[in-house]
């Protein structure tokens, strides 16, 4: 027998949101919640990373202790009238409320103001939706690779005497993320410079742990020979994602682009840490020298790794990604193996192994088309 499913009373939305707007993973925000992490993604996709406006009643709607007054009313036996002037409003407006939710026999205040509530839901269609021929001329603007901002722009300066030809590009943007709204096909954010289907908030990026790194030692303070790649046993690493939070451990060393793939049970420190103590100590010594790092919160025990291994770790400054050069570009051939929407954890440290050998065979130009296989083994000999 399937389990119901529990609905997000409004408390738990608000919260939901409220940590999304701080920058929180689905896994921080399902564990706050005692959700599951896919039940959270559902949700603020369906919505497309854009907190929905709360609900609140109308100005002229009936209020609960409104209603509350009618119920107690009736079972007094007070006319519908005398109700009304009571409330000081229109006996109208009482007998239809009273018509709307049982009658008199069986009117309940607090059923009568959940049902109200629920029946007063109309979403409204936006603009494009409602304005099919703006829509399509909106849609091939996208389709020609035009941004939100050069179309509502464009649209003003081309039709400035009509006012039903004018769109916002926050409206073209919302339509795209929310699909509820049934306007512009999601297709169409292919053709946006960032290929994103959600909106982050804009405080994600500095409420993750970025830079908070205790003890973190910046980059600038590794050696030179780390920095010219004079010698092997330099290395930079980073995590890749895939489906189902999978999540995968690339190192890279900086003399010859050897790679080495190291499968992590999750994304927490402890995870990536151990994981990466256990491979690295099966290096010779003179290839465990240093560790390039990016300041996600994975390497917030970085002092337990340097001391398991020997191998010291520095920190990217900031935003910048560049820094571990070697490591992205690899990263971005690695693709080639395992795409975005690959499940990382179903792969055996075998099958990891096979894949980093291939990488490692094939000749760069970087090396004057020599290996990393080739250079790294003439290094250490």
Not at 108 to 117: H, I, K, L, M, S
Not at 178 to 185: D, E
Not at 221 to 226: D, G, I, K, L, T
Not at 345 to 371: G, V, Y
């Amino acid at each position: 027998m399937a389990r119901k499913r529990r609905e997000y009373s409004v408390a738990e939305r608000r919260e939901l949101w409220e940590h999304w707007r701080r920058g929180e993973s689905y896994a921080d925000i399902a564990r706050a919640l005692d959700r599951a992490p896919a039940t959270i993604y559902c949700t603020i996709r369906q919505q497309g990373g854009v907190a929905p406006r709360e609900r609140r009643r109308g100005r002229l709607a009936l209020t609960f202790a409104e209603r509350d007054e009618i119920s107690r009313g009736i079972a007094a036996g007070r006319s519908a009238r005398g109700i009304a002037a009571a409330l000081g409003r229109s006996p109208s407006t009482v007998t239809r409320e009273i018509g709307r939710h049982g009658g008199r026999s069986s009117y309940r205040a607090a059923e009568a103001d959940e049902r109200a509530w629920q029946r007063a839901r109309r979403p409204q269609l936006c603009k494009l939706a409602r304005d099919r021929a703006l829509c399509q001329l909106v849609a091939s603007k996208l389709a020609a690779d035009w941004s939100p901002e050069q179309i509502a722009g464009w649209l003003k300066a081309e039709f400035p005497a009509d006012q039903t030809m004018r769109v916002s590009h926050e409206t073209i943007y919302l339509t795209l993320f929310i699909q509820a709204r049934g306007a512009l096909k999601r297709e169409l954010v292919l053709h946006l410079r960032r290929q994103r289907y959600l909106r982050r908030p804009q405080g994600a990026k500095r409420n993750r742990g970025q830079g908070q790194i205790i003890g973190a030692v910046s980059i600038r303070e590794r050696p030179a020979e780390a920095e010219d790649r004079a010698i092997p046993g330099h290395w930079e690493g980073d995590l890749i994602s895939g489906a189902a939070h999978s999540h995968l451990a690339t190192l890279v060393e900086r003399h010859s682009r050897f790679l080495m793939l190291v499968p992590v049970a999750g994304k927490d420190t402890r995870s990536v840490t151990d994981a990466l103590s256990q491979h690295v100590c099966r290096l010779p010594g003179q290839l465990r020298a240093s560790l390039t790092w990016d300041r996600g919160t994975e390497m917030a025990d970085h002092a337990k790794f340097t001391v398991a291994t020997d191998v010291k770790v520095y920190c990217c400054d900031p935003q910048s990604p560049w820094q571990r050069g070697s490591n992205e570009n690899t990263n971005g051939l690695l693709r080639q193996y395992l795409p975005k929407g690959t499940d990382l954890s179903k792969l055996t440290q075998t099958q990891l192994d096979e894949i980093a050998t291939k990488l490692n065979s094939r000749p760069r130009e970087t090396l004057a088309f020599k290996t990393p296989a080739d250079i790294l083994e003439a290094a250490l000999q």
